[in-house]
């Protein structure tokens, strides 16, 4: 046939994807950069449509997330905000736009992701996530994207999500800084063992009181995506056990490893043997790069914790 098989296609005759693929021919065209590496190719592919991954904050590090997992062809997406869209948000949470300022937060990220691949399954949670509901809503997803600007939230949900054994893809940001770390319960440390206990307040105020520079949510929320669709493919080193920091003055990375504590009251050896289903005993504790022997456990994190961008 003249034109070959794109002028069949675009003449709308029927087409099949080539025999055993898992993929329609709209996927096949849609996802075709992502086909070409072996890394991820059809059978990758259809696993990033089957995976669910949930995002705590449809604000500054949950919008480049939602974006490019969305785009990535993630096949579900839920989103955890109970926040509406305010004028001051638009100077980075780039989900969100103008004309829908006032809109809940959820609402808007459906519509954005929708617009940008149909194909995604959105699932609002127009709720605060807390120790009595994290574990019922994160319990439906394999992999959590932390955008959360509250510490009693983040706590919550570290605690769950060990319990689970769910992984967390971890990131703060404060003005010109980002951190990133990926929380895996089976594997690495968890916040807890991090940060015990939340900071006082007036030593972490959240960026609408301190202020941030827009674009590194924005550069954080993606590396979280990058980490998320790493678990989710089962390539690549993710970023348990260490800590990555990012100074945007500075255009520099730098990175901390970090060492499951073994007293910690969630990940620590008690809580794992108290557990039915504990995860077997971690191989030997990674200890901080730049530490000592016998450094404190803390010693080189930044303190106090950073929060996130609301
Ligand atoms: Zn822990």
């Given at each position: 046939m003249a034109g070959g098989t794109e002028a069949w296609r675009a003449s709308g005759l029927r087409w099949e994807a080539p025999a055993g693929s898992p993929l329609t021919p709209d996927q096949a065209r849609r996802y075709s950069r992502h086909l070409l590496m072996p890394e991820v190719g059809p059978e990758g592919q259809a696993r990033l449509l089957d995976a669910r991954v949930l995002l705590v904050g449809a604000g500054g590090l949950g919008s480049p997330a939602a974006l490019y997992l969305a785009a990535a062809g993630v096949g579900t997406l839920g989103i955890v905000d109970f926040d509406v869209v305010d004028v001051s948000n638009l100077q980075r949470q780039v989900l969100h736009t103008t004309d829908r300022v006032g809109v809940p937060k959820v609402e808007s990220a459906r519509a954005a992701i929708g617009a940008l691949n149909p194909e995604v399954r959105v699932v609002a949670h127009d709720a605060m996530l807390g120790p009595e509901n994290v574990a019922a809503i994160i319990d439906a997803y394999d992999v959590v994207v932390d955008g959360t600007d509250s510490f009693e939230t983040r706590y919550a949900l570290n605690d769950a999500a060990v319990r689970l054994g769910i992984p967390v893809v971890h990131a703060s940001v404060y003005r010109f800084e980002g951190q990133l770390t990926v929380f895996d319960a089976a594997d690495g440390p968890c916040y807890r063992c991090l940060y015990p206990s939340p900071p006082p307040p007036e030593l972490a105020p959240p960026c609408s009181v301190a202020g941030v520079l827009g674009v590194v949510p924005g550069i954080m929320g993606m590396l979280q995506a990058n980490e998320a669709l790493k678990l989710l493919l089962g390539i690549g080193d993710p970023l348990v056990g260490r800590l990555l920091l990012f100074d945007a003055l500075e255009t520099s990375f730098e990175e901390l490893r970090l060492r499951r504590d073994?007293?910690?009251?969630?990940?620590?050896d008690a809580a794992r043997t108290g557990r039915a289903d504990a995860a077997p005993a971690p191989g030997p504790v990674p200890v901080p790069t730049s530490a000592g022997a016998g450094a404190p456990e803390v010693f080189d994190l930044p303190w106090p914790p950073r929060p996130a961008s609301a």
């Open positions: 073994p007293d910690c009251p969630t990940c620590g």
